[in-house]
Nanobody
Framework: QVQLVESGGGLVQAGGSLRLSCAASGRTFSGYALGWFRQAPGKERDFVAAISWTGVRKYYADSVKGRFTVSRDNTKNTVYLEMNNLKSEDTAVYYC?????????????????WGQGTQVTVSS
């Protein structure tokens, strides 16, 4: 099992920034890509960004491209999501998740492990 714990959410004004963290523990983290998803009330869980195990590959949803940056520090078993120029439509619960195969990074059902989520609220 891999346990994932998100932190860093909160309330921010539009145009502001937040950095989310996702700390992993449990069995080896090695080889897993990490993805970030978000879910607004009454909506489906949507892909936001993903980063490969080595950090070389990164992929973003069009809606966050140029504003969000995903990174990871494997020495700390932690993945980060830097969110800049936040908009009201970014308001959601943000989840990190682990998947072993890069080919499936945008597909919710392919992820093996999930965190509990952290709330991000952007006020306009």
């Amino acid at each position: 099992q891999v346990q994932l714990v998100e932190s860093g959410g909160g309330l921010v004004q539009a145009g502001g920034s937040l950095r989310l963290s996702c700390a992993a523990s449990g069995r080896t983290f090695s080889g897993y890509a990490l993805g970030w998803f978000r879910q607004a009330p009454g909506k489906e869980r949507d892909f936001v960004a993903a980063i490969s195990w080595t950090g070389v590959r990164k992929y973003y949803a069009d809606s966050v491209k140029g504003r969000f940056t995903v990174s990871r520090d494997n020495t700390k078993n932690t993945v980060y999501l830097e969110m800049n120029n936040l908009k009201s439509e970014d308001t959601a619960v943000y989840y990190c998740a682990a998947v072993f195969t890069w080919n499936y990074i945008t597909i919710v059902d392919r992820y093996s492990y999930w965190g509990q989520g952290t709330q991000v609220t952007v006020s306009s």
